[in-house]
């Protein structure tokens, strides 16, 4: 009934070059008859590119962060009104690098979870607990928290057009991923806090692993009741990689 979705965030990375032998080879080898949604979430400056290669394949293009403004005085950023000019469909708002990096706040990305669905874009909204979140056991109150702030200022029917991703931040990068119980654990908790409010949207709402998700490791994670696929990073930048991890989404279903 979700289907499933592989995002890949190639983060800070690519280059013309680079993004078009990967692209050339997923278009080559991913099945459009899979029943599964696959996206690709590029750097700005590469994002009309991207979009113009693809046009024509159902691969879906996105931004790694927007503006929580509409348009303005605000130098260096970008609007999601652009972001939809350029043919994205997907915003991701809140990742960890984000919000540790660059101090975004709960309420700054309640504010561009916002802007993105006011602009027809599809935001994929990032919540994770840290290692010393976890080690306290306060992961729950900590992801609650993120949530909570997007649906005290959008509503549950926000969650109609979009999508939530954990990201534990000790599995981002580290190649210690989540264990598919652990996974399935904070997924679950997710989505009864969205059922809690609109049973029928809490049930709908795809929500994506991330966290050093591999060929190796992501048939037994999207093996798991609530996990509806993957927010892929480093793995995305290899074709191979990134390919076999489609084929993993595709088979669970
Ligand atoms: P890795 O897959 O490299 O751990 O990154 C995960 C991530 O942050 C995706 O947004």
Redesign the pocket.
Known sequence: MRRPMV?G?W?MHGSEAANSALLSELQMRLQSQWPIDVAV?PPFVYLADVVRRLRGDAMLVGAQDVCAEAAGAFTGEVAASMLRDVGCTLV?VG???RRRRYHEDDALVARKFGAALAAGLTPVL?VGETIEEREAERTEEVIARQLDAVLAMHSIEAFERAIL?Y?PVW?????R?ATPAQAQAVHAFLRRRLSDQNAMIGGQTRILY?????ASNAAELFAMADVDGG??????LVADEFYQICAAAAARH
């Open positions: 995002a965030n983060k979430f991701i990742h960890s690098e990032c991703a990201e599995a981002i990068g580290t190649g991923n991330g966290g050093s998700v591999k927010l892929v990073g480093g793995a995305a």
